[in-house]
């Protein structure tokens, strides 16, 4: 894990003088996990909407495919260079399969399952495909422990989970170990936060346009008015498919990734709470305990080292 770059003194400061570089590093990685979170809460709304998942996918990816296409032409000999395996593991980690897996799952758990058992566990899911692929064991076991302490409370917090909701937790699982294949394929990849927006982008939309249009994957998009379909468009589309892709790596330029990360891992809280009032789903002692155990495991896995 890389360590954050040394921040300004704060004792050469006057009282209105604020560090700039590491204020906006914060204010960057807020915006980040506020979308984390309502990327949680909007795929488990989808369930129960009118759009279809086709639908919901194709805003997550058109949207970003068709704001970052003008800057192609620039980027087109740097993904040609793009391993072959590369791409799949940017493309499929964090594009149209991890989307399927993870709105099959939240459709059969809640927004409190899908941001803790998919962010919660990527420290994890990244430590086994470490260890799977490239044979390199974790150099601290403690906080993946205390993750997995905190899926196992959050199952059993559950209590009468049904054989699908034990799927759709199966599925969310799944859905983090892309995650993981999409963080381990990133790295060293070459690419800016615009090349990756691409290679995620681009062939979801690709693939999603000719499954819609033909009737392979059913569509309501056309029926569904503008109203609607907003939510999704502000949290799939404009807030994961553009902000989040572009306010994270702002704030990894000025805080680090070890000190973002450790931020991030409030993104399941955040879903949970706010899953309260806008999902009305129900938030249980047990609940809350997992989630916090979940949280504490990321921070502990991604804390800065002195």
């Given at each position: 894990m890389l360590s954050s770059?040394?921040?300004?003194?704060?004792?050469?400061?006057?009282?209105?003088q604020i560090p700039l570089r590491p204020l906006v590093g914060y204010l960057a990685i807020a915006v980040t996990v506020l979308v984390w979170a309502g990327f949680a809460l909007s795929t488990r709304a989808a369930s129960g909407a009118q759009l279809t998942f086709g639908d919901v996918a194709l805003i997550r990816s058109g949207i970003p495919a068709l704001f970052f296409l003008p800057f192609l032409p620039k980027r087109i000999a740097v993904l040609r260079q793009l391993p072959a395996h590369r791409w799949l593991m940017i493309a499929a980690g964090a594009g149209l399969p991890f989307f399927w897996l993870a709105a099959m799952g939240g459709a059969q758990t809640s927004a409190t399952h899908v941001g803790a058992l998919i962010a919660g566990t990527t420290p994890v899911s990244v430590a086994v495909l470490t260890w799977v692929i490239y044979r390199q064991r974790p150099a601290v076991m403690l906080p993946l422990g205390i993750i997995l302490v905190g899926v196992a409370a959050l199952i059993g917090a559950s209590g009468n989970l049904a054989a699908g909701s034990l799927t759709g937790v199966a599925l969310l699982l799944s859905a983090s170990l892309l995650w993981g294949?999409?963080?381990?394929?990133?790295?060293?990849?070459?690419?800016?936060?615009?090349?990756?927006?691409l290679v995620l982008a681009l062939p979801s939309t690709l693939v999603l346009l000719p499954l819609l249009a033909t009737g392979v994957l059913p569509s309501n998009l056309t029926q569904v008015r503008l109203a609607e379909a907003m939510p999704f468009i502000l949290a799939q589309?404009?807030?994961?498919g553009l902000v989040s892709s572009l306010t994270y790596a702002?704030?990894?330029?000025?805080?680090?990734?070890?000190k973002c990360a450790a931020i991030g891992s409030l993104a399941p809280a955040i879903a949970a709470v706010l899953a309260v009032p806008l999902l009305h789903e129900a938030l249980t002692p047990g609940t809350i305990l997992a989630v916090l155990i979940i949280c504490?495991?990321?921070?502990?896995?991604?804390?800065?080292?002195e």
């Open positions: 770059p040394s921040l300004p003194a704060a004792h050469g400061l006057g009282p209105r294949c999409y963080t381990l394929g990133l790295r060293g990849s070459g690419l800016d936060p615009i090349g990756c927006a589309g404009v807030g994961v702002i704030a990894i330029a000025r805080l680090g990734v070890a504490a495991g990321v921070m502990l896995a991604n804390r800065p080292k």
